[in-house]
Each structure stands twice: as C-alpha cells, then as structure tokens.
C-alpha cells in the first residue's frame, strides 16, 4: 500500500482547507464527548470490528481511543491540515496502530479490497461527491467487508425540513467546513450498492433541544459478498 506521507502532502495545495471551522470544531468535539454522549457513541460505533480499518474523515481522531483489541491497523484518512495534526498526536497515544495520511474521500490513495471494515463518521455531510466517495469505499472493502456509519442528515417534520434545506442553499456549508444538513446517508448507501443492516435513527444530544444538525444515523452496511472488483486502484 503506497500512502503520501503529511510532510510531503504539504508541498501542494491542500484539496481542503478550512482552518478557521477546523479550530473550532476541534475544541467543540472534545467538549461533546462528554456533554454530548459522542464517546459513547463512538463506542457503540466501533465495537465489534476486527482486522484492517480504513477511517474516512478521521478528524481529530477521536475514534482512535475506542477501537477494539481486535483491530490490527487503521488507516485514517484526513484531507485538513489543522485537524490532521491532531489526528496525529491522538494516533500516538492509541493502543493500536493508526496510520493517518492526507486523502480525500473521493479519491482514496489506497489499493482495493486491502479493508476489512470502513467507518464513516460525520463525514458524508462534507464531501463533494457522495456517490463518488462512496464507490471508492466500496472499492478499498474486501467483498463481505463492512462499513460502520454514524452520520447525521435529514430529519423532524416538514419545518424542519425546509429549515435544513435552507441553510444548506445559504449559510451552512461556508460557516461549518462544507457540511450539508439534509442529505440522507442512509439512501445514499443503499444506492452505492452497499447492503444495510440494522441502523437506527437517534438524536445528538440524545436528551437535548432538536436543532438542524442533531439528526443522525448509526448503523452498519456491507459490501456485497459477491461483488466483483474493480481492479487495483
């Protein structure tokens, strides 16, 4: 597997950049592992999985502390610089080996069919292409392999609705890093060819006020057993 180290990533422009949202949400997510019950839904996200992992958006790398013994390797993909970095320290510290790298979701620098499982968590909201994100996870999972989701999109009633689809036409988008508020991840699987399992809907907090971006999804889908592979990559 061929992966471009950070050092050298940063000799070109980086495809995303949003320095100013990636300070803030560094420090808001560490702040919701707790008031937010987000480490508890990152335990509830991971367990389970074994073997080698690819993590799409991997962020500050909160996920790396609630891995399960039984994973070998993640390799977590990270395209912003600032948020990178933290990854990095937060790999250091993991109990297990974690490998972050610059990528973006659409274009994994990764060889097909080297994954036993895939997370994506609170990703599909940002990248440009979620079909094309999505193929090329579909791509790096071995036939059979996994993919854990936590995502958030659409959800409450018609009000809310046209309030998500609002923000993401105006607002949105520019103030949170490229986040959209109303797509829906779960059918957005489901159209990559992926099979779901069970998933539920929940709030974020769980027990809070429903805001526009509290809507969320965790689940688990899989890559066909018998789905032919596209070639190396």
Known sequence: MQLRSPRSAQAVRDPVHHPVFARWYARFSVAAESRAGMADVRRRLLGGLSGRVIEIGAGNGLNF???PGAVSEVVAMEPERSLRALAVEAALRADLPVDVAPGVAEALPVKSEAFDAAVLSLVLCSVRDVPRALAE??????PGGEVRFFEHGAGGGRVMHATQRALDRTLWPPLAGGCHLSRDPVGALREAGFELGPYRRMTIPENGPALPQSFCFIGTAWRP?????????
């Open 65 to 67: 502390a609630h891995y």
């Open 225 to 233: 057993a018998g789905d032919a592979g596209d070639g190396d990559g």
């Open 137 to 142: 996870v579909r791509r790096v999972l071995r």
